[in-house]
């Protein structure tokens, strides 16, 4: 905006310059020609008596108006060029025929004169003329360039507050409307698009970021835009998905990352209450892990916008770009602006998100009391199978499926018989049958509440992907699986992917069937059954993230 302004006032400032100075050119030009037509008539007038002298010299009157026209001249440069003999003038022809000669070439040479201001006067016109012309296209291509801008800002901050159910506070909206009069001024008219209206508030985490960051990129510079909320019991800060606008550029910040936020600069900023947070080198922070992080991905700048709900910070909003410096008190106002319009969006998708995992907790919970199974299990479970996901690179949203609803798996547990269930020994034919059920009981519980859930829902996608887990985590490779004998990618990513994961810990832990082995024999056994059991790719993938899940194993040991 303020750049805008400048380069306005700098044009108008030109070109009055350039528009004083043709109008004082002009006014020579007009001052020239003027004495150009009265020294014309004196020296037309005189000549005339001139002549008049020659065919009657003996007239005293002739030559007495001769003699006060050339003393008293109307004209200084006339008797100062006068010839200086003038007394010999008036006795003879000769003399007065030279004066005559005289008068008739400073006509000429006058004429030659103003004809030369004039031919200068009409080039430097037509140069001002050529430089308005390029100023004045310099500033339309200026305006029309701010009005294609701010049309599309103005679409984008219009429609957000026109999102059902939220209500902007008036104070807010004028303090922060008042920011924006310039792109008022430019554009007024300006047809009102349903850009963030579409996004249902049923959107999880990763659609929400995806939707506004395409949005956002339309009006602010940045390479990657994210989100954060914090855990005000755990007092940390946990990073979500991110949008780049660069799919090339490698993620290293990856949503999960948690970080204590007393170990960041965002602690200080929430304590000093500032709007927004401007760094213009990321190289000056590096003591922050996140920071190190973003280095990696190449970023070198970044704008911060804390989120509240009332008076609680839930989280921020990053815009991260490569570039630096690149931010201004101007993106800070307008990113501020939109993160406030935003606020309570952001919160409904994590609520909703929250719910979705408060479910199926909830479920895991219910497992836990029949089944002897520790909690540490499912959580283990969990991190083999997100780290496997994350590796493959999976979308953010099926990665948060995965490790959110693979505790699910085993679900239909609840309805085998304890005595079966918690049997310290080896099962029986017979028995192994009925635990087999577990599979298809699990399915028809998930079955029923998609039924439920209108399709396309966050808890439509999320259960089927839950499903797909509970459905083929006991399906093999080679086709000699259970409960449909699915072989190779018949068998769904999810239901692959967890049957890897379970299999591995179900292997380093005790079972009443057999003892723990170790974690070397684990990654081995793993390797010898692939292709009869596991998808030999995602075996390979998993063996490769040897020190990743040797650490889940250490740390979440029974």
């Known amino acids: 905006m303020r750049s805008f302004e400048q380069i306005y006032r700098r044009i108008g400032n030109l070109k009055i310059a350039f528009t004083i100075v043709l ?135 219009e429609d957000i507050s026109r999102f059902k159910n939220i209500q902007l506070p008036d104070p807010v909206f004028k303090e922060e409307t008042s920011s924006l009069e310039w792109a008022k001024q430019i554009q007024n008219n300006t047809d009102l698009v349903r850009i963030f209206s579409t996004l249902p508030l049923t959107a999880t985490i990763e659609d929400f ?21 914090i855990d005000e019991e755990a007092k940390k800060i946990t990073a979500e998905t991110a949008y780049f606008t660069d799919p090339s550029i490698p993620m290293f910040l990856k949503p999960g990352f948690t970080q204590a936020i007393t170990e960041t600069s965002l602690n200080e900023m ?26 990696q991905e190449g970023m070198k700048s970044n704008l911060t916008v804390p989120i509240f709900l009332d008076t609680r910070c839930i989280g921020f909003m990053f815009l991260s770009s490569k570039e630096t410096p690149i931010y201004t008190d101007t993106h800070g106002e307008l990113f501020c602006f939109i993160c406030k319009l935003l606020e309570k969006q952001v919160f409904y998708s994590y609520l909703i998100q929250e719910a979705v995992s408060q479910f199926g907790g909830g479920f895991v919970n219910l497992v836990e009391f029949k089944d002897n199974e520790t909690g540490n299990h499912v959580k283990r479970v969990a991190w083999y199978a997100r780290l ?42 017979e028995e192994w049958e009925i635990m087999k059920r577990h599979v298809t009981y699990g399915e028809q519980v998930l079955g029923k509440l998609i039924d439920q859930n209108p399709k396309g829902s966050l808890y439509a996608q999320s259960l089927t992907s839950a499903l797909h887990m509970i459905a083929d985590h006991h399906e093999r490779w080679d086709g000699t699986g259970y409960p449909r004998g699915k072989k190779n990618e018949e068998i769904s990513l999810e239901g692959r992917i967890l049957s890897l994961a379970d299999t591995f810990d179900a292997l380093t832990t005790v079972r009443p069937y057999k003892p723990a082995f170790s974690f070397e024999q684990s990654l081995r056994i793993l390797e010898q059954n692939k292709e009869r059991q596991f998808d030999p790719h995602l075996v390979d993938v998993f063996i490769s993230l040897r020190k990743e899940i040797e650490h889940i194993y250490e740390n979440l040991k029974d």
């Open 388 to 429: 496997l996901a994350e590796k493959i690179d999976l979308h953010p949203k099926q990665i948060r499926i995965i490790y959110q609803f693979s505790p699910l798996h085993d679900i239909g547990k609840v309805a085998i018989p304890d005595r079966i269930l918690q049997k310290p020994g080896p099962l029986s034919p």
């Open 209 to 229: 970021i995806h939707e506004i960051g395409k949005q956002l990129a339309r009006v602010l510079p940045f390479h990657r835009f994210s989100l954060a909320f």
């Open 270 to 295: 929430l304590q000093k209450g500032v709007p927004y947070r401007i760094i213009h080198n990321l190289e000056d922070r590096k003591d922050s892990e996140s920071t190190k992080l973003l280095l």
């Open 23 to 157: 109008l004082c050119t002009c006014i020579l030009a007009l001052w020239e020609t003027t004495t150009l037509r009265e020294l014309n008539s004196y020296i037309t007038e005189t000549l005339q008596l001139v002549n008049q002298i020659i065919l009657n010299p003996e007239n005293p009157f002739l030559i007495e108006k001769l003699r006060e026209r050339i003393q008293k001249g109307r004209f200084e440069r006339t008797t100062t060029l006068a010839p200086p003999e003038s007394e010999t003038l008036f006795t003879s022809r000769d003399a007065l025929r030279s004066f005559a000669q005289y008068l008739q070439n400073l006509r000429t040479k006058e004429i030659n004169h103003v004809t030369q201001i004039i031919f200068w006067v009409l080039g430097f016109s037509l140069f001002l003329l050529a430089g308005e012309f390029v100023f004045s296209r310099i500033l339309l291509k200026t305006i029309r360039a701010e009005r294609f801008r701010t049309q599309n800002l103005l679409k984008i901050l």
